[in-house]
């Protein structure tokens, strides 16, 4: 099949069905996804510019599918592999993949690793000790009791197998594809190993999860409120012309306010938990009002933990800004 007859507008993309609320309390989340996949499937690549495509991912690129990246040049790569497992099939049946990159390790953007298992699969450096490996993953990204949880949820619900990477990457390396080459950017905050691509002829910067939802997310241990809002500010002064989310798509229009508005969601957090506080709140109970993530509708306990890292961070950001002040364990407006 050729690259013309895959390309599709934007716009014409199908939208899958989203995943709600029902579908997650009536634990019915794997049945969902598999519908999601097998409606991507039939999707479309959109061309971001000369040899570089979106797969789009399940979801409409919501978590937990994000798109992916399809480079066609001299050498065919594939950065991510979200998108959805029969997606990433039938891309590995009509090209010849040389080799597959990962922006970081959140199981969104490895899940289908595996499917390439027999091509290298080059990874940050930052993440290389414990990527390809689910049991490494669940002691980076949750504490020893939500391990197990987190793993039945990553192995039932995401598909994602182990996959061991064959080489790593870093900030002094640039990826030459032929005539497509992409700078890594080192952006840590979200993750301790997340890295956005520039290719610099035409300014598109690909984003990857600093993806200009409404959505900033930093809930891991390693995870840094302040290291978060510098790659965010470095992100913009970048002033690409074209900005590949992995959760947004292709977005031209509005980019630097865009940027303003992702980067403002940290301000809107603080203020937002300010308020909560009134005469003083533990964190557990600033967790039951949920100020970050809303509602708890999936998986309650590891969103309640993420919800705990991220309030914490932003206590952490208020005390040392002289806004909040520590008393036992409750927090108190300044």
Same mark, same amino acid.
């Given at each position: ?5 895959l ?9 899958p069905f989203?995943?709600t ?27 971001v ?19 992916s ?5 001299e050498?065919?790569?594939l ?11 039938q ?5 010849d993949?040389?080799y ?30 414990s990527r ?15 391990a197990p ?21 870093n900030a002094?390396r ?6 497509v &080459? $992409?700078?890594?950017i ?7 190993? +997340?890295?956005?691509? /520039? =290719?610099? %002829?035409? #300014? ?10 409404s959505?900033p ?6 995870s ?9 500010e ?5 002033s ?10 292709i977005i031209?229009?509005?980019i630097?306010?865009?940027?303003d508005?992702?980067y ?6 603080n203020?937002?938990i300010l ?9 557990e ?8 993530y ?6 309650? &306990? $590891? ?6 890292s991220m309030?914490?961070? +932003?206590?952490?950001e /208020? =005390?040392? %800004?002289? #806004? ?11």
């Open positions: 099949m050729s690259i013309s007859h390309l599709l507008s934007a716009s014409q993309i199908p939208h989203l995943v609320a029902d579908f997650l309390k009536n634990q019915n989340l794997k049945k969902h996804v598999s519908k999601c996949m097998d409606i991507m499937v039939q999707a479309s690549l959109q061309q510019a000369e040899h570089m495509f979106l797969i789009p991912g399940g979801n409409n690129g919501r978590f937990p599918f994000s798109h990246i399809l480079v066609v040049d050498e065919t790569v950065i991510d592999t979200g998108c959805g497992i029969e997606t990433l099939q891309i590995k049946r009509e090209y993949i040389d597959v990159i990962n922006s970081h390790t959140h199981i969104d953007h490895i899940a289908g690793n595996w499917v390439f298992k027999d091509k290298p699969l080059i990874v940050p450096e930052e993440g290389f000790a390809g490996s689910l049991v490494k993953l669940s002691q980076r990204f949750v504490n020893e009791e939500l949880l987190w793993r039945k949820f990553a192995r039932e619900v995401l598909q994602v197998r182990d996959c061991e990477p064959s080489d790593s990457y002094q640039t990826f030459s594809f032929g005539e &080459s $992409l700078k890594p080192y952006t840590p905050g979200h993750t301790i190993d +997340h890295y956005c691509f /520039l =290719e610099e %002829n035409e #300014r598109i910067l690909f984003s990857f999860d600093y993806d200009l939802t959505f997310w930093y809930g891991h241990r390693e840094n409120l302040p290291d978060f809002r510098s790659s965010v470095r992100l913009k002064t970048l690409p012309k074209i900005v590949v989310s992995s959760h947004k798509g031209t229009e509005d630097g306010a865009r940027f508005a992702f403002n969601k940290l301000d809107e957090r203020e937002r308020t909560l506080l009134g005469g003083g709140k533990t964190i109970q600033l967790v039951d009002l949920a100020p970050i809303g509602k708890f509708p999936y998986v309650e &306990s $590891l969103l309640r933990y993420w919800e705990a309030i914490s961070k +932003h206590l952490k /208020l =005390e040392k %800004n002289g #806004r909040v002040q520590r008393s036992g364990e409750r927090y108190v407006q300044i």
